[in-house]
């Protein structure tokens, strides 16, 4: 019964593991890859947004 309660652990991770991977990959494109580039997109604009007036103070 040893082997039983040593190889126990490592295959509940392995299980844990693969069903990580398996929700990373599904949501990764889609929908889902829509609405994150335009929150992305629109994260940098305002970065650009506040970083121009005060890149040029002269103008």
Do not use: C, H
């Amino acid at each position: 019964m040893d082997y039983v309660s040593a190889l126990l652990p490592p295959a509940v991770m392995a299980v844990f593991f693969v069903g990580v991977i398996r929700v990373i990959v599904k949501t990764q494109g889609g929908a889902n890859k829509a609405k994150e580039d335009a929150a992305v997109d629109a994260a940098l604009a305002r970065v650009e947004g506040s970083r121009r007036p005060s890149a040029n103070p002269d103008a």
